[in-house]
């Protein structure tokens, strides 16, 4: 587990820019945190970070699901604060993701179907601090982020 303070936008970027280089096809991160900690902020600039040019990341709030392609593999955002039921999701094709990046804010809310093997960034906002932590599911993902 990696924990570090997200001072400011530019420290957000800086995250995900370092993680970006680690990921590969079928990786999955949940990103866990409460409204307006972060969590599309840092899919924004994760996204910008695989792309080769600047690419406009609208929040799937209404969406629920935004199909990027990357020039390496698609990226697949999810936003689940809408769903009602965790089989939901089989309906927005969650099982055709192994092909790329999927990127899930709001995992909770795929209860059961929320991958085992899994990067968690957990974004925690106080009135001093916002901390990111990441938490890795597998050993695959322990061992990548010794890198980090």
Do not use: C
């Amino acid at each position: 587990m990696t924990s570090e303070a997200l001072t400011d936008l530019a420290a957000t970027t800086a995250l995900a820019r370092r993680l970006a280089p680690l990921l590969r096809v079928g990786d999955v991160i949940a990103l866990y945190g409460d409204l307006g900690a972060g969590k599309t902020t840092f899919v924004r600039a994760l996204i910008n970070a695989l792309m080769p040019r600047e690419t406009e990341v609208p929040s799937p709030t209404y969406t629920i699901v935004q199909t990027y392609a990357g020039p390496d593999f698609p990226i697949y955002h999810f936003d689940l604060y809408r769903l009602d039921d965790p089989a939901e999701v089989l309906e927005l094709g969650w099982q055709d993701t192994q092909d790329g990046l999927t990127l899930i804010e709001w995992p909770v809310r795929a209860g059961r179907y929320l991958p085992k093997w899994r990067l968690d960034l957990i974004l925690d906002i106080s009135v001093e601090t916002r901390t990111a932590t990441l938490e890795p599911h597998g050993e695959d993902w322990q061992d990548r982020l010794h890198e980090f």
